[in-house]
């Protein structure tokens, strides 16, 4: 199907180059002065460690699998603080190389957190109103119609209770931030009152036992969620800063991402509450491989997965400062070289 610039579909794409040495000191000088202003050694090491930017070498194959499968989307909004890699064709039409300046309010920069980052979104210039936010860890494997992600101009998602499971991570608290805003924002009962077919619906299967059990809870204590491609609107965001603006200025505010945050899933959270979406069935669990390097049997699920494309999506997502490093990333590397030969447009030609 041909996309006109009123129903188009964009993606917007952040990535940093964790190796180039002119960052690195930049970071690293930014991060000398958290430690200064009061903020511990082990938020700031957690901020900076490793596995957060090195580079695995796949970036092209997740292009290469936007081209192939996602052929119906308009163009892809590459973020960057500024350095590319060295294959990427700026010239190819359906790119817009965006730097934080372009669209990140200056009193925010420089940033190193992906909250910062991801907060704005809906700012980047010539953005289309539908969007899918893509990690630079997901891949395309398989074709994917645009109605997975949009119909009738608006976002396919789920509204499915969870409960947060406690854990002594730094991530953890950030999530339970989220729910705190929404629980503030809105009353539970009301809101699946108001939009109880979408709360309750055939698309999500035995899914409807969560919602139905958690109703005996006065707040929201948790979503599923999904590290997957994200369809939003950039109304969804702009309905964010609107309801909760002091939340997302003081994430902003930190140059490195803090437990005290809020992150992008608290504007996925008041779409939900607002009913501005259209339900679809929610993925399953092994659409995910979230695996830490090293793990002999998930490494092999997740080449076999490359392989078959018996997922729509990857995430193959570094969890993990193992010394298989280089070895995984091969593995990895020649697999999605397999699945994906032939060079995109959005590569130079050699």
Not at 225 to 239: G, S, V
């Amino acid at each position: 199907m041909k996309v006109t610039d009123q129903n188009a579909v964009d993606i917007v794409l952040p990535w940093v180059d964790g190796s180039d040495p002119k960052w690195l000191k930049k970071r690293e000088h930014y991060a000398e002065l958290e430690l200064k202003n009061g903020v511990t050694e082990e938020q700031e090491r957690t901020a900076n460690a490793e596995e957060r930017f090195r580079d695995w070498g796949l970036l092209r194959y997740l292009f290469r699998g936007i081209e192939k499968n996602l052929p119906w989307i308009r163009k892809v909004h590459f973020v960057t603080e500024g350095h590319l890699p060295e294959w990427l064709d700026g010239s190819c039409p359906k790119l817009n190389i965006v730097k934080h300046e372009d669209f990140i309010p200056a009193e925010y920069l420089p940033t190193f957190s992906s909250h910062a980052i991801e907060l704005n979104f809906h700012r980047i210039p010539g953005l289309s109103e539908n969007f899918i936010y893509f990690n630079d860890d997901l891949f395309a494997l398989r074709a994917i119609p645009e109605n997975a992600y949009f119909k009738n101009g608006l976002p396919r998602d789920y509204a499915i209770q969870n409960a947060r499971a406690v854990e002594l991570d730094d991530f953890f608290f950030i999530p339970m931030i989220d729910d705190a805003v929404v629980n503030r924002l809105f009353t539970k009962s009301e809101t699946v009152k108001k939009h109880c077919g979408k709360w309750f619906s055939p698309c999500y299967g035995i899914y409807n036992l969560l919602n139905l059990a958690f109703m005996k809870w006065s707040n929201f204590t948790g979503f599923v969620d999904a590290h997957l491609p994200t369809p939003y609107t950039k109304r969804d965001f702009e309905r964010a800063w609107e309801l909760a603006g002091e939340r997302l200025e003081r994430a902003c505010r930190h140059r490195f991402r803090r437990n005290d945050d809020v992150n992008v899933w608290v504007i996925r959270y008041i779409r939900l509450c607002e009913g501005r979406f259209l339900p679809k069935a929610c993925e399953p669990l092994d659409a995910m491989f979230s695996f830490e390097l090293g793990e002999e049997e998930i490494l092999k699920r997740c080449l076999k997965t490359i392989r078959t494309g018996s997922r729509p999506v990857i995430c193959i997502n570094d969890g993990s400062r193992a010394r298989s490093f280089q070895r995984d990333a091969k593995k990895i590397q020649e697999a999605l070289e397999e699945r994906f030969p032939k060079r995109s447009s959005f590569e130079r030609k050699q």
